[in-house]
């Protein structure tokens, strides 16, 4: 029996990353209430952690790295568009 994966939204997973970092309830209490493992509000913790500091930052330097950020993940994506397309040409054959 395979159990599906959820995807939570970015902002239910900033929600529970923030009431983690609070420290008002253990992450047990969290993960029962958010029914989420304990070790994935620990990973959304210290991902919001990591990036706290990006919200501070002033001027060009912060917009370029978030702008850097997401070029990145668009070049990553059509890297894998392009991939998977090659190999559905393969596996198709030409089409006429």
Do not use: C
Not at 27 to 37: D, G, S, T
Not at 63 to 84: C, F, H, P
Request: charged share 30%; proline share 3%.
């Amino acid at each position: 029996m395979s159990k599906k994966r959820k995807r939570h939204s970015a902002e239910f997973k900033a929600k529970v990353a923030l009431e983690a970092i609070k420290g008002i309830q253990t992450l047990q209490q969290l993960a029962k209430e958010f029914q989420v493992h304990p070790t994935q509000i620990t990973m959304w913790k210290k991902q919001v952690s990591s990036h706290v500091a990006d919200l501070f930052q002033r001027g060009p330097e912060g917009t370029r790295s978030m702008a850097d950020e997401e070029l990145r993940q668009a070049y990553e994506k059509i890297g894998r568009l392009n991939v998977e397309l090659d190999w559905l040409k393969k596996k198709v054959g030409p089409v006429y």
